[in-house]
């Protein structure tokens, strides 16, 4: 704590090494979160997967297999609730692809695929090829990977600026603290960066460990505990 204490009152910089840990840290407990959700998914995937496939598509269409109907429905939380059911359905029977009646789930049909969620259906067409178990597994590796990877960098730069922001405004309310207390030469704008920087790093790593431990702090909490904090600390000095 004393090198910590040392570094806010007569370090270098404006702590944003602090800020930039605590983006990258959080984004990997989010990224760990996602890994999570989809490892807990991938078996009933496979399991569809094992059920449908493979299909092989020619021309735009399905041709094997053909003149069959198989429903996999894959199940989310409470499994006796009928609303968290999604369905995924392979109908090659009907030669013409009516708009599916569900209020969600995946339906591939002989020359089209439709998606449905809640209100929203969107509609996709088929392309030529075979669609295998190991091949969807791969898609869905690469596809889990491509996007872990855009989604940290995304995550990283938009923690960071956010915390960023918040160290600015809680640095200025410190110099408004000062002001009050007629010590505002006390403590420069860098120094009150450095120290609401630490802070608010500190806050966001702790705010990760409750996450972890099934309690959560919300945003306003977490601006609310790190100014308290600013405010205890520069009191202090002052004081001293």
Known sequence: MQRI???IISGKGLGFLFLLAAAVLVTMFMMFILKQTYNEARPQVMLV???ILPITVSGGKIVAPQGVYKRVDIKFGDHEE???????VLDTKSENAE???AKMGLFIMKDVIYWVMEDEVKRYPLHDGEMTKPV????????LGMFSLVSSLILILLLFGLS??????????GGFF???????????FETRMRLSAVIVAAVEIIGCILSLLGMSLMLGGQFAVALLCVILF???EIQA
């Open 234 to 236: 520069l009191y202090k």
């Open 136 to 143: 969807l597994e791969e898609k869905l590796d690469t596809i």
């Open 82 to 88: 009928q609303s968290e059911v999604f369905p995924v």
């Open 49 to 51: 997967a094992d059920e």
């Open 164 to 173: 960023l922001i918040e160290a600015v405004v809680l640095a200025g309310l």
């Open 178 to 188: 000062l002001k009050m207390n007629k010590a505002d030469d006390k403590f420069s």
């Open 5 to 7: 204490k040392s570094y």
């Open 99 to 101: 708009l599916p009646k």
